[in-house]
């Protein structure tokens, strides 16, 4: 995942989906190889689709499936600790929706560094 750019920004800022977008930034400690970033990200789906049951039948299913697909993305989920930060959006949908993830807080590029002058 590589972080956005200028066209990235410009065509979120158009998108337009029926439904809405769910956003998502999830901040990690890289010190933290507990899964409690989860378990927050769980109590946030769960908050979103309470506040969201009002809406229309058909809102309130793509939203429920959307919740279920950002978990599922997730869930399971082993291996080395997550990135600094992982920012995400994604298409309020039933079924495949669009999503647009970025990782951010990398570790910076030596090359850039050894580029700089300090005064």
């Known amino acids: 995942m590589a972080h ?3 066209a990235d920004a410009r065509e979120l800022s158009q998108w337009q989906p029926q439904f809405g977008v769910i956003s998502v930034y999830m901040g990690f400690d890289p010190g933290d190889r507990g899964r409690g970033w989860f ?16 809406g229309e039948r058909e809102q309130r299913l793509a939203l429920r499936e959307t919740a279920a697909r950002l978990l599922g993305r997730f869930e399971g989920e082993e291996g080395g600790p997550p990135p600094r930060g992982l920012v995400g959006f994604l298409e309020v949908s039933r079924g495949e929706g669009q999503e647009h993830w970025w990782e951010t807080g990398t570790a910076p590029d030596p090359t850039v560094l050894l580029g700089k002058q300090r005064r």
């Open 4 to 6: 956005p750019t200028l």
């Open 39 to 54: 378990s927050r990200l769980r109590s946030g789906a769960d908050q979103l689709l309470r506040e969201g049951g009002d």
